[in-house]
Nanobody, 114 residues
Framework: VQLQASGGGSVQAGGSLTLSCAAS????????IGWYRQAPGNERVLVAT???????NYADFVKGRFTISRDNPKNMVSLQMNNLKPEDTAVYYC?????????WGKGTQVTVSS
């Protein structure tokens, strides 16, 4: 599975960005697809995932602000990020799991200025 992320950029606090992740194959067959992020000096942490069966997981620090959605026909997953905060500044990585194997896309930088 190849994952291609796009949509990062710079925005002021309170602004919005949408990240997109295009998968090389059918995302319908993936156990999990979603987003992690890594800020400088910090570990990579889960942001939001879409799981087999249609359930979603969100990190507490993005609940109510970020929304993950998927477009099965286009094999894409998007992350709508609203009310961005400076602490959301990080490299965001698209992530997928299929049959126990993990796949990572190249990161896309999100920078939020105060």
């Amino acid at each position: 599975v190849q994952l291609q992320a796009s949509g990062g950029g710079s925005v002021q606090a309170g602004g919005s960005l949408t990240l997109s992740c295009a998968a090389s194959g059918s995302i319908f067959r993936l156990n999990t697809i979603g987003w992690y992020r890594q800020a400088p000096g910090n570990e990579r942490v889960l942001v939001a995932t879409y799981n087999l069966g249609g359930t979603t997981n969100y990190a507490d620090f993005v609940k109510g602000r970020f929304t993950i959605s998927r477009d099965n026909p286009k094999n894409m997953v998007s992350l709508q990020m609203n009310n961005l905060k400076p602490e959301d500044t990080a490299v965001y990585y698209c992530y997928a799991v299929r049959y126990g194997m993990e796949f990572w896309g190249k990161g896309t930088q999100v920078t939020v200025s105060s």
